[in-house]
């Protein structure tokens, strides 16, 4: 249902008149946008209800596998993932390296994909429950022939003296040039957060700095060349790998986002920007930010701060974490920002990107539910083609019938120079001007309509 009002969200805002809009996407999911003006600040948020059985949620890796291509190709963008999986809508995740592999802990249907950052904290999630933290992981790796080894690395990088194990939610293992490697068959499949699981050598491979990864399979790569730790091993080899992660209780949490740092604990502003890793110039500083939180009545908020434009600051930290406490959140956390922030919903890029286009990202958290089927048929948008500097346009969706779409079923997005959206329809244009392309979503599909908005003459952008 679409909501129009006008709220004061005081002490928390510090008396900010916000206006709102909350539209539905489906059973137990809802988009809500939000307009500070005295910031000015635009929030783009997803409420979910956990439980809801028409929608569920999902931590996911971009391309779905760790690993699918070098440096920038193992990214994606959200609207590319939600294609891929089949979600209805999602949101980015965790910090991550060149690599591309995510740097905080991943937990995905109850199978460990990326080991926990050290001091860094965790969220996650099961069909009732939900928790927020920090969590442990330690590893161990024996091998017949050789006897106990330690186990220092889990789906990344692989630095010098490490052991590194690469699973199958790999595409490859990625190697130094020297090094020794097994390929281990492995005797069941997946890897739950703790564990213990075996497999035999299926072959010893020496400097291979690729190594794909069959399903069923996993690669245990051990830098340089030392005869003594792995030159020994032979294939025919059995091999038992132990996990143990710590921090959550795995009966009832099948799904973990990592980021960092924390916002909220037990309904109060504990942002550990320090003990994470964290500069205060990054928590300072205003940026556009993405949150996840939950509140006591267990809804889960995904939210995203645009920043590093005109409409929109962005936000410090400590402001991201009063934004999580004015939607009721009791614990939160800050996942990556700046130019990774992205909420997508039915393949549309709902907030504006401070890059100007959406980022490829390592990670995001997904939601399946019901798409909507096409029942508009040949429908239009109507409004103004051509916006003055300064003079907003009010734009509606209608249907091959000639009747208007009722607002609370459309959901409004904007990209271009020109201007942006609101929720009712009002494209409100920038000084810069330019082309902007309007676009609305409803019924299970999307219109777009190209608005020219001519460039304010004299004076500063705002």
């Not at 789906?155 to 990625?174: H, I, K, M, W």
């Not at 974490?321 to 393949?347: E, P, Q, R, V, Y």
């Amino acid at each position: 249902m679409r909501r129009l009002v006008l709220i004061i969200l005081a002490p928390v805002l510090s008396q900010a008149q916000v206006v709102a809009w909350e539209k539905p996407v489906a059973p137990g999911l809802s988009y809500r946008m939000e307009i500070d003006s005295s910031a000015p600040r635009v929030v783009h948020a997803l409420r979910w209800s956990l439980g809801a059985p028409d929608v569920s949620a999902r931590s996911e890796v971009a391309q779905m596998r760790l690993f699918s291509g070098p440096g920038a190709e193992a990214r994606e963008g959200i609207t590319s993932l939600l294609e891929r999986s089949g979600a209805i809508a999602g949101v980015n995740g965790d910090f991550f390296p060149t690599s591309g592999d995510p740097l905080n802990a991943v937990v995905r249907d109850g199978q460990i994909l990326s080991r926990p950052f050290p001091g860094r904290a965790c969220f996650g999630w099961g069909s009732s429950v939900s928790a927020a933290g920090l969590l442990d992981w330690t590893g161990s790796v024996n091998i017949s022939s050789i006897g106990d080894q330690s186990l220092t690395g889990l789906n990344e990088d692989v630095q010098p003296d490490r052991l590194v194990l690469f699973t199958d939610s790999c595409a490859e293992a990625r190697a130094p040039a020297k090094n020794i490697s097994l390929l281990v068959k492995m005797d069941t499949l997946g890897f739950t957060p703790s564990g213990v699981f075996k497999g035999q050598v299926a072959s010893v491979l020496r400097n291979n700095t690729v190594i794909k990864i069959p399903q069923g399979y996993a690669v245990l790569v051990r830098p340089g060349d030392d005869p003594v730790k792995f030159g020994v091993v032979m294939q025919g080899d059995t091999v038992s790998i132990t996990m143990k992660t710590t921090g959550m209780d795995w009966s009832k949490v099948d799904n973990v986002i990592g980021g960092g740092p924390m916002l909220l604990k037990g309904g109060a502003v504990a942002i550990d920007t320090l003990t994470a890793g964290f500069s205060k110039s990054f928590a300072d500083t205003r940026h556009p930010r993405t949150a996840i939180g939950r509140t006591a009545k267990g809804d889960l908020w995904f939210i995203t701060v645009d920043g590093r434009q005109p409409m929109s600051v962005g936000a410090s930290l400590e402001e991201l974490a009063k934004i999580m406490l004015s939607h009721g959140c009791t614990d939160a956390m800050n996942l990556d920002g700046g130019g990774s922030t992205t909420l997508a919903i039915f393949g549309q890029v709902m907030n504006r990107p401070s890059d100007g286009a959406e980022r490829k990202v390592a990670n995001g958290v997904l939601f399946f539910g019901p798409k909507p089927a096409n029942a508009l048929g040949q429908a239009v948008i109507q409004g103004p083609a051509t916006l003055d500097p300064g003079v907003p346009g009010g734009y509606r969706l209608v249907g091959a019938d000639g009747k208007a779409v009722p607002d609370r079923e459309v959901l409004w997005t904007a990209i271009g120079t020109g201007g942006w959206v609101d929720q009712s329809g009002t494209l409100r244009p920038l000084d810069a001007g330019g082309p902007v392309i309007v676009r609305a979503t409803a019924r299970g599909t999307t219109i777009s309509l190209t608005v020219q908005v001519k460039k304010k003459q004299g004076g500063p952008t705002p």
